[in-house]
């Protein structure tokens, strides 16, 4: 029989097991996981909601997905295409993403991919009023617009944008719709 004994300080002991027990957590909840990456826990927690952004293979699931967003669209989409991705983003593609990134996507890690790009016209979008050189109030509602980036069945993109009244792109995690 053959017995080993190391002494080990306290303080060393307990620094090991809590250094253990975090790559433990770690490597389970990576292993076990609930499915979202760490893009979708970004994009999420910029919404402050629990939206899920992979598993959409369907209308039916991209349907759902909008809905989560608090959007309201009209069905079916009016353009669905394939988007070839440069390998390197020119100033044009750089301003894009930066819009991506400030709602936790990065379009930079699909350069050189065909992504699916999704386009309908929302009718919750706020309508904002305006008055006119006459004095009347204009309660015109422009036409906006919701448009979503998929890749391998999960949301990696989009935006919600009109051209109208100067035009805008903005983020749509984060779309309150008017009560």
């Known amino acids: 029989m053959f017995v080993c004994s190391l002494k080990v300080q306290k ?14 957590g770690t490597a ?6 609930n ?5 979708d ?15 959409i293979k369907t209308d039916e699931d991209m349907t759902s997905f909008i809905s989560s967003l608090g959007i309201e ?15 390197v983003f020119d100033a044009v593609y750089a301003k894009y993403n930066d819009i991506q990134k400030q709602q936790g996507f ?4 699909y ?9 309908w016209e929302m009718t919750n979008y706020p309508t904002p009023t305006a008055t006119t050189e006459e004095g009347k ?20 993109g989009g935006d919600i944008s009109s051209r109208d009244n100067g035009g805008f792109v903005t983020t749509f995690v984060d779309f309150k719709p008017s009560n």
Not at 73 to 87: E, F, G, M, Y
Request: glycine residues 6%; aromatic residues 6%; contains cysteine.
């Open 111 to 119: 350069c050189g991919k065909t992504l699916d790009r999704y386009t």
């Open 73 to 87: 669209v009209k069905l079916p989409a009016i353009k669905s295409t394939k988007v070839d991705l440069p390998r």
């Open 11 to 24: 303080l060393k002991a307990v620094a090991l097991s809590i250094l253990c027990a975090a790559v433990l």
């Open 35 to 39: 499915g979202s990456s760490g893009e």
């Open 137 to 156: 109030t204009n309660t015109e509602a422009p036409k906006v617009y919701l448009t979503l980036f998929r890749y391998k069945d999960k949301i990696v």
């Open 106 to 109: 990065d379009l930079s890690k």
């Open 28 to 33: 389970l909840t990576f292993m076990l996981g």
């Open 41 to 55: 826990l970004a994009a999420a927690a910029v919404s402050g909601r629990n939206i899920r952004f992979d598993g």
